[in-house]
C-alpha cells in the first residue's frame, strides 16, 4: 500500500529558522535509510503557508485567500508518500524518524476505483 | 496472513513460520475486552512490522557469522520468539532493529564457537576443516555496514544452484520477510509446497557451500543475471497470474518492486538493474487501467491512459535514464524498459511510435533472442507496417515447438486476422488461446474476442 506521510510542524514550519546542520545530518541518514529500503516513493517540502494560497468554493463563488493562515497547528510543512505492506510498518519507520517535535500524520492512499 | 491464531508456548521454537501469526489479526476483535490483551495486540502487529523491517538485514549478518542461511535463519527466528515472549509486557525497545541484532548474535557467537572447539576436534582425528569464519572478529562483524551482506544474501539466495521455483520461494522468505503462508497464497501453491521448496533450497546452498559473498569478475554477470531474473519472475506473477481467478496480484508486483529498489541501492553502478526498475516502474504504473471494472484484463492500447500512475511512470523513466547514463550497450531489460517507455510517453494509443518500438525489439532479439521475443516483435511490425507484414512473421513462429501451448501466439495470430478481415479463421485461433491459458480473467477475454468474431462474420 500507499501512504501518505504529512509533516504537521505547526509554528515551526513557518518559521524561518533553518534547521541545524546537526538536525539535517540526522534528517538525511533517516531518509536515507528508508530509500535504501525501497520505501520512499516521493518526498517534497513545502514553501511557507505566508507563501501559499487558498481558494474557497461556495456554489459558483471562487475566493482566493491568500497566506500565512491562521490554524497554524494543521499546516503541512513537508510529506514522503511511502510504500509499505501495512500501517503497522509505516508507524515503525515514522517512529524511528529523528525529530523532537511536530506531529506527523499517516493516511493510506487509496487504490484505483474497481480494484 | 489468514493463519490461524496461537499462542506462543504453543508452537515450537524452530516452527516459526506461523510466529507471527500470533493472536488477533488486524480487524479482528482482541479477544477479551482488557487493555492488556489490547496492548498485547498492538505489541505483536509493532513486531510484525518490525519483523519485515529488519528481518533480511538480520538473516544477512547473521548469515556471514555462521556460513549458512537456514541456521541464519533460524537464530533470527529464535530472536524474534524472544521478541514475542518479552515485548508485549516489557514494551518494544527504543531500537528494536538493534535488540534482535543483539539477542541473534550472542546466540550466533556461541553456536560459531561450539563448532570451532567441534571441528578443532575433527582435526585432532586429521580433518582439516577450514571455515570462512576462521580469524573474524565476530564482536565488530555484525556492526558494520550490512550493504554488502544483504547483497551477498540476494546473490545465494538467487544462486544459479537453486531452481527458478525454490530461488523466488527463498527470495521471498530470506528478503521480503513473507511467511510461508503469504508466499504459498502469492503463487497459489499448496503451503506444504513451499515450506518444502525454502527447506530443499537451503540444504542445496548449504551442500553446494554456497558463500555469502558479492560475486565478481566475469561470474557477477551470470550471477546478476539470475538475481534480476528472480525478481522480474516475481513481478511478472503479480503482473500477469499465469494461474488462478484474478488476473493481476498487485502486492507479488510490489514486493518484486521494492526489491528492485533496494538492488537498485546496493548495485547502483549496474545498468540493469535500473533496466529492470524501471520496467517494473512502467509496467506496474499501469496495474489499475489493465483491469476492468468487473476485473477483466483490458489490454495494452484500450487502457484509459488517464489512470496510468504518473508517479510510477515518472520514476521509471527516471531509472532507465540512470541506465542509459551509466553506459556501455543496453541490456535486455533495459531495452524493454525502453519499449515501456515509448508506451508511457504516448498520449493515446494511436501516437505511439511502432517504429522505434519495432527497432528496440530488433535489438532485444539480438541480445536474447527467444520466440517470444520474436512474437512481440511480431506485434510492434503489425503496428508499424499493416497487420499483413506482421501476420508473415506469427506465421513463421507457428511451427515453433515451445510456443506450442502459449496461449498469446494463437491470441496475437488471431488478432491480425481479424484486422485482415479473416474472422472465421480469427475465430478458430481466439478458441484456441482460451482453451491454452490456465487464467480464468483471461479465458474469458478470449472467449469474448472469439465470439466477436463470429458476430462480425454473420454480420459481413
Redesign the interface.
Known amino acids: 500500500m500507499r501512504v501518505l506521510v504529512l509533516a504537521k510542524e505547526g509554528e515551526r514550519s513557518d518559521a524561518a529558522t533553518p534547521p541545524t546542520p546537526e538536525a539535517m545530518a540526522e534528517y538525511q541518514k533517516f531518509n536515507e535509510e528508508l530509500?535504501?529500503?525501497?520505501?520512499v516513493?516521493?518526498a517534497g517540502r513545502l514553501s511557507p503557508s505566508s507563501q501559499g494560497k487558498r481558494v474557497r468554493f461556495d456554489g459558483k463563488k471562487r475566493t482566493v485567500i491568500d497566506g500565512p493562515f491562521a490554524e497554524t497547528k494543521e499546516l503541512v510543512a513537508g510529506y514522503w508518500?511511502w510504500?509499505v505492506?501495512?500501517i503497522?510498518?509505516a508507524?515503525?519507520?515514522l517512529k524511528r524518524a529523528p525529530y523532537d517535535g511536530g506531529t506527523f500524520e499517516i493516511r493510506q492512499i487509496f487504490?484505483?476505483e474497481?480494484? | 496472513m489468514a493463519a490461524p491464531s496461537r499462542s506462543v508456548r504453543s508452537s515450537s521454537t524452530r516452527a516459526c513460520e506461523g510466529a507471527l501469526a500470533i493472536g488477533p489479526r488486524?480487524g479482528e476483535a482482541p479477544e477479551g475486552p482488557g487493555r492488556a490483551e489490547t496492548e498485547a495486540t498492538e505489541a505483536h502487529?509493532?513486531i510484525?512490522?518490525?519483523w519485515?523491517?529488519e528481518s533480511a538485514r538480520l538473516i544477512a549478518g547473521l548469515a556471514r557469522i555462521v556460513g549458512d542461511i537456514g541456521t541464519a535463519e533460524e537464530l533470527a527466528q529464535d530472536a524474534l520468539v524472544a521478541a514475542l515472549e518479552q515485548w508485549p509486557t516489557l514494551g518494544v525497545p527504543e531500537r528494536?532493529g538493534a535488540w534482535l541484532m543483539g539477542t541473534a548474535k550472542h546466540r550466533a557467537i556461541d553456536l560459531v564457537r561450539r563448532r570451532k572447539t567441534l571441528e578443532r576436534k575433527h582435526e585432532e582425528i586429521g580433518r582439516d576443516v577450514e571455515r570462512a569464519q576462521e580469524g573474524m572478529d565476530l564482536d565488530t562483524a555484525i556492526d558494520e555496514d550490512v550493504?554488502d551482506d544483504l547483497l551477498g544474501l540476494i546473490f545465494a539466495a538467487c544462486h544459479p544452484v537453486l531452481s527458478k521455483d525454490a530461488r523466488v520461494a527463498l527470495t521471498l522468505r530470506v528478503l521480503g520477510g513473507l511467511t510461508t503462508e503469504e508466499i504459498a497464497r502469492g503463487f497459489l501453491v499448496p503451503v506444504p509446497s513451499i515450506a518444502q521448496r525454502i527447506v530443499r533450497a537451503k540444504r542445496t546452498l548449504a551442500e553446494a557451500h554456497v558463500r555469502f559473498e558479492v560475486p565478481g569478475g566475469p561470474e557477477r554477470v551470470a550471477r546478476l543475471a539470475s538475481v534480476l531474473e528472480v525478481i522480474y519472475l516475481i513481478f511478472n506473477e503479480g503482473y500477469a497470474a499465469t494461474a488462478g481467478e484474478d488476473w493481476v496480484r498487485?502486492a507479488l508486483c510490489?514486493e518484486a518492486?521494492?526489491?528492485?529498489?533496494?538492488l537498485a541501492?546496493?548495485a547502483p553502478t549496474e545498468p540493469e538493474v535500473h533496466g529492470l526498475v524501471a520496467l517494473m516502474e512502467i509496467q506496474a504504473s499501469r496495474?489499475?487501467?489493465r483491469?476492468?471494472?468487473s476485473g477483466e484484463p483490458v489490454l495494452l492500447l484500450d487502457q484509459d491512459r488517464a489512470?496510468w500512475d504518473r508517479?510510477?511512470i515518472g520514476?521509471g523513466l527516471a531509472a532507465l535514464e540512470r541506465a542509459e547514463r551509466l553506459g556501455g550497450a543496453m541490456g535486455p531489460y533495459a531495452l524493454q524498459a525502453a519499449i515501456a517507455a515509448c508506451h508511457a510517453r504516448a498520449a493515446t494509443a494511436a501516437e505511439t511510435d511502432w517504429p522505434r518500438i519495432v527497432a528496440l525489439y530488433d535489438a532485444v532479439a539480438q541480445l536474447a533472442p527467444s520466440p517470444v521475443v520474436e512474437l512481440n516483435r511480431a506485434v510492434a511490425v503489425g503496428m508499424a507496417f499493416g497487420p499483413a507484414a506482421g501476420l508473415d512473421l506469427v506465421d513463421a513462429l507457428v511451427p515453433e515447438p515451445s510456443l506450442k501451448a502459449y496461449h498469446l501466439l494463437p491470441a496475437v495470430r488471431g488478432d491480425l486476422l481479424r484486422k485482415l478481415g479473416r474472422s472465421e479463421e480469427a475465430r478458430t485461433e481466439f478458441e484456441r488461446a482460451a482453451s491454452l491459458t490456465e487464467n480464468v480473467r483471461e479465458r474469458e477475454l478470449l472467449q469474448r474476442r472469439a465470439a466477436e468474431c463470429a458476430a462480425e462474420r454473420m454480420a459481413g
Open positions: 530509500v535504501k529500503a525501497g520505501v516513493v516521493g508518500l510504500q505492506r501495512s503497522d510498518e508507524l515503525e519507520w487504490e484505483h474497481g480494484v | 488486524r502487529r509493532a510484525e512490522a518490525i519485515r523491517i528494536p550493504g498487485p510490489e518492486l521494492r526489491l528492485g529498489r533496494i541501492e546496493l496495474l489499475h487501467a483491469v476492468g471494472p489512470r508517479l510510477l520514476r
